[in-house]
């Protein structure tokens, strides 16, 4: 299993930007399909976003999709999460996984039941005035 290491999170008033970004300790993210999730207080973790391996498909769900952006950087090694307009709805602890299944449809099967094979230790974002 891959070791990965998120960055990046912290504290943003309401409709400020951060954005994340995941990295594999000693490798390279680029045959992995990546996915973002995260875990409010008092909530279960949900599944918000991910970039497939080879087609570079992405998905988000409705919660973020127009607000987020993921985006894999090969030379950096790193699969990125830009989050903007961010509310105090988005505040939690993000996490990224990876795994090397691939294509839209597992993925989001993967996405939603959380199912990916590689995870990090999370990264707390939190969006208060």
């Known amino acids: 299993q891959l070791q990965l290491v998120e960055s990046g999170g912290g504290l943003v008033q309401p409709g400020g930007s951060l954005r994340l970004s995941c990295e594999a300790s000693?490798?390279?993210?680029?045959?992995?399909?990546v996915g973002w999730f995260r875990q409010a207080p008092g909530k279960e973790r949900e599944g918000i976003s991910f970039i497939s391996a080879g087609d570079e498909d992405t998905f988000y769900t409705a919660s973020v999709k127009g607000r987020f952006t993921i985006t894999r950087d090969n030379a950096r090694k790193t699969v990125s999460l830009q989050l903007n307009s961010l509310q105090p709805e988005d505040t939690g602890v993000y996490y990224c996984?990876?795994?090397?299944?691939?294509?839209?449809?597992?993925?989001?099967?993967?996405?939603?039941?959380?199912?990916?094979?590689?995870w990090g230790q999370g990264t707390q974002v939190t969006v208060s005035s």
């Open positions: 000693g490798f390279s993210l680029r045959d992995y399909s």
């Open positions: 996984a990876a795994d090397l299944n691939r294509g839209r449809l597992l993925l989001h099967r993967l996405l939603m039941s959380g199912d990916f094979t590689s």
